[in-house]
C-alpha cells in the first residue's frame, strides 16, 4: 500500500493545494492520501482571527472530496495535544500500517529547511520525502544540493514531482483577499461556499439574500462531491423547464440548487432539524427515512436561505410528488428525474414529453417510478400514488 501525507494549516485550503495533492497522488500511484490539518504548528503562529479546527478540518473534507476517492481528511494533528509535529504524524501512520510505503508531500520552503525540523533522521526514516517543484529546471536548481546532502547525512529518500500547473496564491494572500470581497477563484466551489455559509476571513453575506451565483456556492459546499453533477444538473433542467412553461426561471434555479442540501446528512440530523424548526409530518413520512432529505432541505431552504414558499414546497415534494402540483412543483420533481446526468433507465422519451405536455411527463415519471418501488418490492408512498391518479384524472384516465 502506497499512502501520502500532506499536512498543513490549510487556513484556508486553496487551489494550489488541490491541485498539487492530485497530482501527487496520481504521479505516485497512492492509495490513500491524507490531508492533515495542523492542530498548532511548530513553525507559524496561527492568526488571532483563524477558524477554529473544525472549520479547518470541514473545509479540508470538502477539499479531499473534490481531490478523489484516495484522499480523506484527518484530524489527527487536531486531537493531539501540544505542537503537531510531523514525526509524531508519521509514527502514527506507520504503526497503523507498517508495511506501507509512507510519501510526506511538501512545498519549497518545508523541503529546504527539512534538516532543521524535530528529528528529522526519524521522519526520514519512516517515509520517502516528495517536494513540489514548479519546473524540472527549477527542481535541479533548488533542491539538488538539499537532496544531496539530506541523502548523506540522513539517509533520507527524495522524489522531486514537477506540478503541470501551479496556482500562484499564499494563504496569507488569499485570506487578505477575501476580507476585501475577492479571491474566490483560488478556491474549489465547495470550500468557497463553506466560507461563505460560516462567514469565516471577514466574508460577510446575508444567507436569506444570496444573489443566485453566492447560493450556488452556498449548496454545492452542503453536498457530497459526488452529487454535485446531479444538483446542476438539475438546475439546467429545471430552468429549461421554467422558461418552456412560463415559469419563475430563478425560482426554479434556486429550487434546483437546494433541492438535495440535506441529502448527507444522518437521520439524526435530519430530525434535529425537524425538531429545531418544528417542521410538522405525518406518520408515513416519519416512517420513511429516504424521503427526510426534501422535508428537512425545505426547511432548511426557507429558515436559512430564506426561499419563498413557492420554492420551499417545490424542494419539500420533489421526491414523492403529491395531489394538484403546482407549475413549479411540477417542473422540480421532474428536473430531479431527467437531469442530463441521470442514467438508470432509458429517459429518452420521458425527457422529449417533458418539453410537450408537462403533465403528462410528470405522470409518466411517477408511473415510472412506483413500477420501479413495486418491481424492487418497496413500499410505494402514499402522495405519489394520490398525485398520479390526481393527473390521471385530470386527463380523463381512470385512476
Known amino acids: 500500500m502506497k499512502i501520502g501525507i500532506y499536512g498543513g494549516t490549510f487556513n484556508p485550503v486553496h487551489l494550489g493545494h488541490i491541485q498539487a495533492a492530485r497530482f501527487a497522488a496520481e504521479y505516485l500511484g497512492l492509495d490513500r492520501l491524507l490531508l492533515i490539518p495542523a492542530g ?7 492568526d488571532a482571527g483563524a477558524p477554529d479546527p473544525a ?61 532543521l525540523w524535530r528529528e528529522p533522521e526519524k521522519v526520514a526514516k519512516h517515509c520517502t520525502l516528495c517536494v513540489f517543484a514548479r519546473s524540472e529546471t527549477d527542481g535541479e536548481e533548488l533542491f539538488a544540493a538539499q537532496r544531496t546532502y539530506l541523502a548523506k547525512t540522513l539517509k533520507a529518500e527524495t522524489v522531486i514531482i514537477t506540478l503541470p500547473r501551479i496556482v500562484d496564491i499564499s494563504s496569507t494572500r488569499l485570506r487578505e ?43 454545492l459546499s452542503m453536498l457530497r462531491h459526488k452529487r454535485v453533477p446531479h444538483v446542476l444538473g438539475t438546475e439546467k433542467a429545471a430552468a429549461e ?13 434556486r429550487a434546483a440548487l437546494l433541492h438535495d442540501c440535506t441529502k448527507k ?14 417542521v410538522a409530518m405525518d406518520p408515513e413520512e416519519r416512517a420513511e427515512e429516504k424521503l427526510y432529505h426534501a422535508i428537512s432541505g425545505a426547511a432548511v431552504a426557507k429558515n436559512i436561505f430564506g426561499v419563498s414558499p413557492e420554492v420551499e414546497s417545490a424542494i419539500r415534494w420533489h421526491t414523492t410528488g403529491k395531489a394538484d402540483m403546482t407549475t413549479l412543483e ?16 432509458d429517459l429518452t422519451e420521458l425527457r422529449a414529453l417533458a418539453m410537450r405536455d408537462l403533465d403528462a411527463a410528470v405522470l409518466m415519471g411517477l408511473e415510472m417510478s412506483i413500477e420501479s418501488l413495486e418491481k424492487r418490492g418497496v413500499a410505494v408512498n402514499s402522495y405519489s400514488v394520490r398525485a398520479r391518479d390526481h393527473l390521471k384524472g385530470k386527463q380523463g384516465m381512470q385512476p
Not at 498548532?40 to 496561527?46: A, E, F, G, L, V
Open 241 to 253: 423547464l421554467a422558461l418552456r412553461w412560463g415559469e419563475d426561471v430563478e425560482a426554479a434555479r
Open 330 to 345: 411540477k417542473i422540480i420533481y421532474l428536473a430531479d428525474y431527467i437531469e442530463p446526468n441521470r442514467d438508470f433507465c
Open 177 to 219: 483577499a477575501l476580507a476585501r470581497g475577492e479571491g474566490k477563484e483560488y478556491l474549489d466551489p465547495a470550500v468557497y461556499g463553506y466560507i461563505l455559509r460560516e462567514g469565516l476571513y471577514g466574508v460577510k453575506a446575508d444567507l436569506k439574500r444570496l444573489p443566485l451565483d453566492e447560493l450556488r456556492y452556498a449548496a
Open 55 to 115: 472549520h479547518r478540518l470541514a473545509m479540508t473534507e470538502l477539499a479531499a472530496e473534490a481531490i478523489g476517492p484516495a484522499a480523506e481528511a484527518s484530524d489527527m494533528e487536531l486531537r493531539r495535544k501540544g505542537k503537531s509535529y510531523t514525526l509524531d504524524t508519521v509514527k502514527t501512520v506507520r504503526e497503523q500500517h507498517p508495511h506501507a510505503k509512507i510519501y510526506l508531500l511538501m512545498g519549497t520552503d518545508m523541503f529546504l529547511t527539512f534538516h
Open 40 to 46: 498548532i504548528p511548530p513553525h507559524k503562529t496561527m
Open 265 to 278: 446528512l444522518t437521520g439524526e440530523q435530519h430530525r434535529e432539524i425537524f425538531r429545531q424548526y418544528d
